[in-house]
C-alpha cells in the first residue's frame, strides 16, 4: 500500500546486500557497514537500490531486541525493527553529500515515497520495507542531509510531536532550508522524515 507524504530460539540471518555485495550506486560500503554491525544479528536486511533515481530497502525479522535477546536488551521498548529508519537515514544522508560534491544534484521526493510495514503485531517477524525516490535539481534546490523521528508503537502525537520539534530545532541550527515529511502505516508506525541543507555543504545556498 503506497502511502502519501502528510507529511527474529534467536535465529541469526546474515544481512544480504543485493547478489554482489555494495548495493547499486552506493559508493561508500561504510554505510552499509553500519547497518549490518546494528542488525546482522536479529533481522535479514536487503538495500536493494540507492542510486540516483532513488533509495529502495527493506527489513525483515523480529520487531523487539528484548524478545529475541534479553541479554542484549537495554530498555522495556527497545524496537529493533524501528533501527532500520536510523540506517536508512544514514545511507541516504551520505549518498546525497556524495552526489552533491560529484555536481549531481539530488533531494527525496515526499510526495512519491512509500513506507510500508506488514506484520507489526508486536509479537514477531516484521517486513518493513521503505521507498524514496530522488529528483535531480539544480544546486541549489539540493539536499545534503536527512534526519528522523517517529514511533513504533502508534505513540500518539501529543507526545511524538514535542520529540520531533526537537529534531526541527537542531536542524534549524543547522540549515534555514528544509522540507518536511509525515509517514503512518495502518500498523501503528509513523515517522516525521526532514531533509535539509547543510550548512557545511551548502552555505552559499542558505
Known amino acids: 500500500m503506497k502511502l502519501k507524504a502528510f507529511f527474529g530460539s534467536i535465529i541469526f540471518i546474515t ?11 552506493l559508493e561508500d560500503p561504510n554505510s ?11 533481522g535479514d536486511v536487503k538495500i536493494l537500490r540507492v542510486d540516483k533515481e532513488g533509495f529502495y530497502g527493506k527489513y525483515v525479522g523480529p520487531e523487539w531486541l528484548c524478545k529475541v535477546a534479553p541479554a542484549k536488551c537495554k530498555e522495556p521498548n527497545h524496537d529493533i525493527a524501528h533501527l532500520f529508519s536510523n540506517k536508512v537515514s544514514h545511507v541516504i544522508g551520505a549518498f546525497l553529500k556524495k552526489s552533491y560534491k560529484s555536481g549531481k544534484y539530488l533531494k527525496i521526493d515526499f510526495d512519491n515515497v512509500s513506507i510500508t510495514t506488514r506484520g507489526k503485531d508486536q509479537k514477531a517477524k516484521v517486513e518493513f520495507i521503505i521507498k524514496m525516490p530522488f529528483i535531480t535539481t539544480s544546486k541549489c534546490d539540493a539536499f545534503t542531509s536527512i534526519t528522523q523521528r517517529g514511533t513504533w508503537v502508534n505513540e500518539d502525537n501529543l507526545t511524538l510531536d514535542p520529540r520531533y ?10 540549515s534555514e532550508d528544509y522540507e518536511q515529511g509525515y509517514f503512518t502505516t495502518p500498523e501503528g508506525y509513523k515517522e516525521y522524515w526532514v531533509q535539509f541543507k547543510h550548512k557545511d555543504y551548502q552555505s552559499k545556498c542558505n
Not at 544481512?15 to 550506486?25: A, E, Q
Not at 520539534?165 to 543547522?174: A, D, Y
Request: aromatic letters at 4%; charged letters at 30%.
Open 32 to 42: 552499509i557497514k553500519n547497518i549490518e554491525l546494528e542488525l546482522k544479528k536479529f
Open 15 to 25: 544481512i544480504l546486500i543485493s547478489c554482489n555485495g555494495n548495493p547499486k550506486g
Open 165 to 174: 520539534k526537537k529534531i526541527l530545532k537542531n536542524v534549524k541550527n543547522i
